[in-house]
């Protein structure tokens, strides 16, 4: 791979700084601060130091809480519930601005396709890979728009004041998406080979081609009910594209977490991430600032907590405000220890059922109570069991466990090891008791997307680079095994979602004989695997849309149970012999999870934009 890269400093200085080193006479022009539309079109060179600019619309994509937040694989408080509750508390109404309007970085990529179109100084092979690369990233603009909203105001010219600027919508999403994937398959034709990080090639319009058609093909005829046909076209594109993103020499990572800190962010499994250099990007424009916990040695004595932090500086000293979830950590499988070729739940393994009784009475001085929660399991060791409930859920775990999870005692984090228990140094009594603010809801904090070598450590002023992986070989995997699964193939869907269950979590293959489990142990394993991925919520729109075995036999466009799902938290005692899961609000209204399904699987077009201009149509349904 090449080592050059897009990496996303000042945009306008970045396109003074290359023009400038071009044109020597823009130097002996006034004002010095600018350069002419002229100059910029004048080569190729010129003309990406706009194309670089315009990548900003790959952020809509980015990894981290993102859309995570909207769903059950994190529970949060503070900056990131107050984006997210709007949504999974049903607060919504049609003056919600979804972000229908994203005409002027289309407007960018117009411009794009049009000046470079028209260069006389950018040879004409040139002149194919530049617009190709604008259509990608004009796909990219109206994907994040359709995948939200449905519907788009397609533009493919740059407008003038002269024209028609009333508009109107496309009328369904499969007009949308029909225009999405039009740009994108000519992406793929137009693109290069060539691996530059950051930047478009072919392999990363055809793996996100993978995705817009499995998502296209959900909201074919929305709102009605939908049929999935086996011969559907659509899902002959994934596979065609899948396979050529194969081809371009990609490879699974066997180090799944290095993927996503400092130690591999190249990783030859990335097809597309966003690269941000510490030239200009400290901790707090990360998502990292907002999941490592505030806390010293203080907030630990107050607590009664252990053990000491040994740092001499405060070494955690971040916002944290959500951690993951119970409900999607107990998808991290665990290998049986009777049958070593079977993976399940860690509460399911025969070296838990062995250990534990779940009807023995738990004292208070253990593990107390918050007011408002309420138990619904609890567990013991039982006497002359040298089982603890850290190595039942720790031990042959899925990989991506410790790679993605840090949990009670589960790693040295900057030089320190988290205890998460009642009287732990970093669990959620920390908070309950007043001893400190910013610690995980959940007794868990995120490893994934946490870079090691924060120097001195992870704060808001201190510089860091970081990046957001966008796509990876990975998830065209899954999206295959997607396909597969709605073409009722099978073998082919178990050994595509095999790839990453075996190879990132280290777990026996899965074996399955019927298409109920596959999607059982598909929707597990691409959940686990795209955690902070920006996938899961519109994943589970789409698998509600199809209904049946994707959506726990309900109809299509019924409710989708995991988003609705209530969360639950569970506390371990000091000695790891007993644990208490416990249900209740944990902050403000976590416990209110709505899915209407009559209007949530599109938001609505904000009204404002409808009474300006009528020719965007009716509202979405619902709305």
């Not at 970085?105 to 040879?123: E, F, K, P, T």
């Not at 039982?382 to 840090?406: F, P, V, Y």
Request: charged share 20%.
């Amino acid at each position: 791979m090449k080592n050059n890269k897009i990496t996303y400093i000042s945009s306008t200085l970045l396109l003074i700084a290359l023009s400038l080193s071009s044109c020597k006479d823009v130097l002996d022009t006034q004002p010095y601060d600018k350069i002419g539309e002229e100059v910029v079109w004048t080569n190729r060179a010129n003309a990406e130091t706009f194309i670089f600019s315009t990548y900003s619309i790959m952020e809509n994509f980015n990894s981290g809480p993102a859309t995570d937040a909207w769903t059950m694989n994190l529970i949060s408080m503070d900056g990131t519930y107050n984006g997210a509750a709007n949504v999974f508390n049903e607060r919504l109404d049609r003056t919600s601005d979804m972000g229908f309007n994203n005409w002027a970085s289309v407007r960018r990529c117009n411009l794009i396709i049009q000046n470079v179109g028209a260069s006389a100084g950018i040879s004409e092979e040139d002149k194919i890979e530049l617009i190709a690369e604008a259509k990608f990233l004009r796909a990219m603009s109206y994907y994040h728009v359709a995948r939200r909203i449905g519907r788009i105001v397609w533009i493919d010219k740059v407008l003038n004041p002269e024209d028609e600027l009333l508009l109107s919508a496309t009328k369904s999403p499969t007009e949308s998406y029909a225009y999405i994937i039009k740009d994108l398959e000519e992406a793929v034709e137009g693109l290069p080979a060539d691996k530059v990080s950051g930047r478009a090639n072919k392999y990363v319009a055809a793996a996100m081609l993978t995705e817009v058609c499995l998502q296209a093909l959900a909201y074919e005829g929305y709102p009605q009910t939908l049929t999935v046909a086996p011969s559907n076209p659509l899902l002959s594109k994934v596979i065609e594209y899948g396979e050529l993103v194969k081809s371009g020499g990609y490879q699974l990572q066997a180090d799944y977490g290095a993927m996503f800190n400092d130690s591999d962010p190249n990783s030859n499994e990335t097809i597309f991430a966003v690269y941000r250099k510490a030239i200009n990007t400290s901790c707090a424009s990360t998502p990292m600032q907002v999941m490592i916990p505030n806390l010293n040695n203080d907030n630990i004595k107050l607590s009664g907590g252990s053990p000491l932090l040994k740092s001499p500086i405060r070494i955690f000293e971040a916002w944290g405000d959500h951690g993951p979830s119970m409900d999607f950590t107990d998808d991290y499988l665990v290998i049986d220890q009777q049958d070593p070729q079977k993976a399940v739940r860690w509460n399911e393994t025969s070296q838990y059922k062995k250990a534990v009784d779940e009807q023995a009475s738990i004292a208070p001085t253990l593990i107390p109570k918050a007011n408002g929660e309420s138990e619904v399991k609890r567990g013991s060791i039982k006497s002359g069991q040298t089982e603890t409930i850290w190595s039942l859920t720790n031990a042959a775990r899925d990989a991506r466990w410790n790679a993605s999870i840090l949990s009670d005692s589960s790693a040295v984090f900057y030089g320190e090891t988290l205890t998460t228990d009642v009287k732990g140094n970093s669990g959620r009594w920390l908070k309950l008791n007043g001893h400190a603010y910013n610690t995980s809801l959940t007794n868990m904090y995120w490893r994934k997307g946490v870079y090691n070598n924060v120097n001195p450590r992870i704060y808001a002023g201190v510089p860091t680079d970081y990046h957001y992986v966008t796509t990876r070989l990975g998830r065209v995997y899954l999206n295959m095994a997607e396909a597969y699964l709605l073409q009722q193939n099978l073998p082919k869907a178990i050994e595509l979602l095999n790839q990453t269950r075996v190879t990132h979590g280290q777990l026996p293959p899965a074996k399955m004989s019927d298409l109920a489990t596959a999607w059982t142990d598909y929707k597990r394993e691409r959940r686990v695997d795209l955690v902070l991925e920006n996938d899961y919520y519109w994943s589970l729109l789409r698998w509600g849309r199809y209904g049946g075995n994707a959506n726990h036999g309900v109809p299509s466009g019924g409710t989708i149970p995991e988003l609705t799902t209530l969360p639950q938290v569970m506390d371990v005692s000091k000695d790891r012999k007993h644990y208490s899961v416990v249900s209740g609000a944990f902050f403000s209204s976590n416990n209110v999870r709505e899915f209407d399904s009559s209007r949530r699987y599109l938001f609505p077009i904000a009204q404002s934009y409808l009474d300006r201009n009528p020719n965007f149509g009716i509202q979405n349904p619902g709305w």
